[in-house]
């Protein structure tokens, strides 16, 4: 855990300054930048199975800000930035599986000036904009923004959002959703959600098992206790 830090320049939690470093499975929270990146800046290595919320930049990138590493399940939320990218700014490498919500930002409230691959994810109650000046997403959820291949934009089904609960409730329509394949060249889904849960998983019962949207792959309820 990494938490209620304040830094005057970039990187109010991690400060990377272009390590290739991987981040994995941390609690990124209640950090402050006076410059950009108030979660976390500069980390060039994979960033996966994080959760980063609560963060602060008084420029860019509330969450994340040039992070090239590829950036897969992580759960990004709360956030915001006075300028751009309430969420993550500048991150270039793909953003795989993640669930981007409810940050905010002058521009681009979700993401901003993203320009790798962005796929299987939920961009969802950011403000202003989801995204600005990325690339455009496949087989992700994102509100208001209409087209690109496998895309819907349908209310995801968050467990409890205001409670900060991003799971997918069991009638989601992100259940199985998204894809197996390599989003751009080799890069396939992660095999394995935030909470460790494998995927893909069937959870829509089709006989088909494909990859939710977002950092959370349904799993089948547990067996009840005889």
Excluded at 115 to 123: E, K, L, P, R
């Amino acid at each position: 855990v990494n938490a209620n830090n304040e830094w005057p320049y970039s990187g109010g939690g991690i400060a990377g300054f272009g390590t290739e470093a991987t981040i994995a499975r941390c609690i990124i929270k209640d950090n402050t930048a006076q410059r950009h990146g108030g979660g976390m800046s500069g980390v060039n290595g994979m960033i996966n199975g994080c959760r980063i919320f609560g963060n602060s930049a008084f420029l860019h990138g509330g969450g994340l800000v040039g992070c090239h590493g590829k950036i897969t399940n992580c759960l990004v939320y709360d956030n915001c930035a006075s300028g751009f990218g309430g969420g993550m700014m500048q991150c270039d490498r793909d953003i795989i599986n993640c669930t981007i919500a409810d940050n905010t930002a002058l521009e681009g409230g979700g993401l901003s000036h993203c320009d790798g691959a962005i796929s299987n994810c939920v961009i969802w109650g950011n403000d202003f904009e989801q995204l600005a000046y990325s690339s455009n997403p496949t087989y992700s959820c994102i509100q208001d923004f209409y087209g690109g291949r496998g895309n819907i934009y349908t209310e995801p089904g968050f467990v409890n959002a205001a409670g900060a609960d991003y799971q997918l409730r069991f009638d989601s329509v992100c259940i199985d959703a998204g894809t197996n394949g390599p989003v751009v060249g080799e890069s396939f889904p992660p095999a394995a959600d935030i909470d460790g849960n494998a995927r893909p998983f069937d959870g829509n019962n089709d006989g088909a098992a494909i990859t939710d949207m977002g950092a959370y792959e349904v799993s089948p309820p547990e067996a009840p206790f005889m």
